[in-house]
């Protein structure tokens, strides 16, 4: 019967790797953080073109602007970021909203 434990203890220490999709994924993390969070978890759009997440490295980059920058724009709302996770990403729209802006 010993040998029964080590097998069950095994099983229930197994992690287990599924194929989900993209959008798959991020609903099943989004429902996990929303068990844990008093505040609901915010939408984030998917997807390529306009709504398209930029890294801040890319964003930095397209802006011509430091990190610094980014996070002061985004403190005083002039180009807001979005988080997932710990990970800071932008909207391409927003961001080429910026360029059309200061242009």
Do not use: C
Not at 9 to 22: A, H, L, R, Y
Not at 36 to 55: A, H, M, R
Request: proline fraction near 3%; charged fraction near 25%.
């Amino acid at each position: 019967m010993k040998w029964l434990k080590h097998i069950l203890n095994m099983v229930q220490n197994t992690i287990k790797f599924v194929d989900f999709s993209k959008e798959e994924f991020i609903s099943l993390i989004r429902e996990a953080f929303e068990g844990f969070t008093t505040n609901p978890v915010k939408e984030v759009p998917l997807g390529q073109g306009i709504n398209e997440l930029l890294t801040r490295e890319e964003t930095s980059k397209l802006l011509k602007v430091s990190y610094t920058t980014l996070f002061h724009w985004n403190n005083d709302a002039t180009l807001p970021a979005h988080k997932i996770g710990r990970k800071v990403f932008y909207l391409r729209q927003e961001v080429i909203d910026k360029l059309n802006n200061a242009a």
